[in-house]
């Protein structure tokens, strides 16, 4: 289980956290709220609502009967687009910093001081390190850039088709991965 952190005054989610931690910030509980949430969770695509009380949240799922455009289709896309990937080592996180910090890794490990005994640390996508040697960070690298590829395909494809059906899809629908991922 994963918590989202949210503004008490406007109930904006600020970010996805692995737990709460109110000792870092005195100000910390003035400022924010906690909700724990599913680890598959994706805060973009949901509110909060503090309209009844700011400490007492009610999560707001996107909105079941609305019906999507193009504008909104593009966007859930997009969001899809940046969700880790899995490779034979586990998740990894696969947006475009991510991907571009792995590939200078790759490219000057050698000149990495942070190598230790010829092995380099990575986050990954949980939030777990593990210790990759460069032909491992490599094989990662490619492994995360063909599943990141092969899902990028899949989802511009399921845009085009989800806005051609008549009538349109949902948000509720369109706002499941996994809807986007059937290849029925």
Wanted: glycine share 2%; with cysteine.
């Amino acid at each position: 289980m994963k918590h989202i952190l949210y503004l008490l005054t406007t109930g904006q989610i600020e970010q996805l956290i692995e737990r709460p931690n109110d000792s870092a910030d005195p100000t910390y509980a003035d400022h924010y709220g906690c909700y724990q949430v599913d680890d598959d969770f994706v805060p973009e695509l949901y509110k909060v609502d503090i309209t009844v009380d700011p400490h007492v949240p009610i999560l707001l799922p996107p909105s079941d009967g609305l019906l999507v455009n193009w504008e909104d289709i593009k966007n859930y896309r997009n969001i899809f687009e940046q969700v880790p990937v899995q490779t034979s080592y586990g998740d990894i996180d696969v947006d475009a910093i991510a991907m571009e910090r792995l590939a200078i890794a790759i490219k000057q490990y050698l000149f990495l001081p942070t190598l230790q005994n010829g092995k380099l640390a990575w986050k990954m996508a949980d939030n777990s390190i593990q210790l990759f040697n460069q032909v491992e960070l490599s094989d990662l690298y490619e492994q995360a850039d063909k599943a990141r590829s092969v899902r990028a395909a899949c989802l511009h494809v399921k845009a085009e088709q989800f806005n051609a059906m008549d009538p349109a899809p949902t948000i509720d629908f369109i706002s499941k991965l996994n809807n986007w991922t059937d290849q029925s």
